[in-house]
């Protein structure tokens, strides 16, 4: 199944892996992006990556320029791991996310714009990550009944990692700078003396892209400031 759905001023698609293979845009991959799914050492990687990929030059040929075609668009990747639209597109932003059976792009023509899926089915393996939570938002969680703990945690995560790609910053910022209040109308802010004039828009809802269900945040980013010329947070090394 292919979901698109707006959200605030996003357009979110989310696709299963098998869907996303199979929209014409595949053929669209570019050669570097091949390469790089050569680099995965595991099938389910290597079909989660080349989904997403075609699914954002899907969603970009349709709701950003039908002009272009999907073999057309071009992309960069700055210090941070932050991919972009290559050429004069500044206030054109895309994410993307993958996880499990279902890979996901959210697009803005009017913002820098982060987005993270999670399937609400929790493995053996998955555990709390309770250090990426402020001393607020592990307050809240442990006052909740167990069986509701990792769909509200899930939101937590979601929302998390979602300000860190609209931020750009993906791994580089701490999880416990971002501050998250959930509830109707959930809000994001980041501690962070570098960030004092971003203003964030958090979005929260569940898709149903197959049976198993998922979590997603969406998160634009109003750049008042743009990140200091002494960068605050360390480059991952790669
Ligand atoms: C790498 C990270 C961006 C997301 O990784 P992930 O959850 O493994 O994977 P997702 O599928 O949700 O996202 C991957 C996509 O993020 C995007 N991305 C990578 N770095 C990015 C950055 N700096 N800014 C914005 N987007 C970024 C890429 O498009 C990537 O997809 P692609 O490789 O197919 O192009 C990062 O946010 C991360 O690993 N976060 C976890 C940090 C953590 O564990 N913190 C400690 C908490 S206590």
Known sequence: MIVQERIGSVTVWAATLADALHLD?????????????????????????LSGRTLLRHALS??????????????EIDRYGKPSVAGHLPQLGFSISHTGNCATVAVSCHAAVGVDIEAR?????????WECLTPCEARDLSRVAEHQQWDRFLSYWTAKEACAKALGLGVAIPFDAIGITL??????????????????????????????GYRL???????????????PYPVPSS
């Not at 790089?36 to 989660?48: I, P």
């Not at 089915?121 to 990550?129: A, G, T, V």
């Not at 994001?188 to 049976?211: K, P, Q, Y």
Request: net charge negative; aromatic share 6%; charged share 30%.
């Open 25 to 49: 845009a595949f053929a669209a991959v570019s050669v570097d992006e091949l390469e790089r799914a050569k680099e995965y050492n595991s099938l389910a990687d290597r079909d989660r990556f």
């Open 62 to 75: 349709q709701t950003v320029d039908h002009t272009t075609a999907e073999d057309e668009w071009t992309f």
């Open 121 to 129: 089915e929790r493995n053996d393996k998955q555990e709390i990550i």
């Open 183 to 212: 509830g109707a109308s959930p809000t994001a802010t980041v501690h962070s003396s570098c960030f004092t004039d971003a203003e964030l828009i958090l979005a929260l809802t569940t898709l149903e892209v197959d049976a198993t």
């Open 217 to 231: 945040g969406v998160v634009t980013h109003e750049q008042k400031r743009r990140l200091q010329a002494s960068e």
